[in-house]
């Protein structure tokens, strides 16, 4: 397996060099001012956005065959196509995952937007998942995808009990946000990145991913999770930077997430799927106020 974090590029072709996450680029400030307008050329850092490829190949077949495509940013690439392949109940978990690896091109060149994600023998799949193919862009999860059905993915654990599970404090809960922005390292240096953070229920950090997409970001939490063993996150608190969609809250009901915490509004979808889900939706969690949406004996205790 190819590890995620090699920089290296192919002996074939070594000026090939993989995307970072931030690029530079040439730009001109603007400022207003009297009598004239001041613009002042400077060197900018941006968020990388490329896509990334992600083949699927069943064990016995002869090549690999396409399945999605998404638009993100480059970093922890294979916890992304875990983290998707999950998510999306194409895979049942991390026994059915073997080998991932970055496609070579025919050149013999490295391609670092394709992976290749090899199933060990007698992985099971779902026939039609298969047959459909997905297309996401860092605006929107869910573009392309055949129909809202395709949404209601099954979770692989029961739903989290509303009256058990992690309490969490409001002082808690409302610190929850900046101490996700306090840990968005890149987004520091673009200010254009969405973050997942997974945290305990003390509000202890344990983990965080930013990507370009929002959806692309919780998948690369879920996936660092899974290939580390550590699903169901039943004691865990995911905090998001963005709005609580619908399919984000589908992806947290996969991975077990009894609490979703966000920095913007949810839908009504989201809101419904966590309520069936058993999850403890906080949205608006900014300063000292926060909604709690559906099961709200986490945070406000009762039963």
Known sequence: MIEDGATAATAADPEVERPGPT????????????????ARERLDTLTTEE??????????????????VTMRTPGHDFELAAGFLFTEGIVPGREAIGQMEYCVGPLATQQYNTISVRLRP??????????????????????????????HTQARWPAPDPTAGPRLDPATVAALPDRLREAQGIFDRTGGLHASGLFDARGELRSVREDVGRHNALDKLVGEQLLAGRLPLTD??????????????????MAGLPVFVAVGAPSS??????????????GFARGTTFNVYTHPQRVLGGD
């Open 23 to 38: 690029v530079r680029r040439r730009i001109w400030k603007v400022r207003l001012g009297a009598p004239e307008v001041e």
């Open 51 to 68: 896509p990334l490829e992600i083949r699927l190949h069943p064990d016995g077949a002869a090549e690999p065959f396409p399945l999605s």
């Open 122 to 151: 007698g992985a099971s799949l779902d026939p039609q998942r298969l047959t459909r193919h997905f297309y996401t862009t860092s605006s929107c999860g869910v573009c392309g995808k055949a129909s809202l059905d395709a949404l």
């Open 236 to 253: 865990g608190v995911l905090v998001v930077s963005g709005r609580a969609s619908f399919e984000l809250v589908q992806k947290a009901a």
């Open 269 to 282: 979808l989201a809101a419904a799927a966590a309520a069936d889900s058993g999850i403890t939706l906080i």
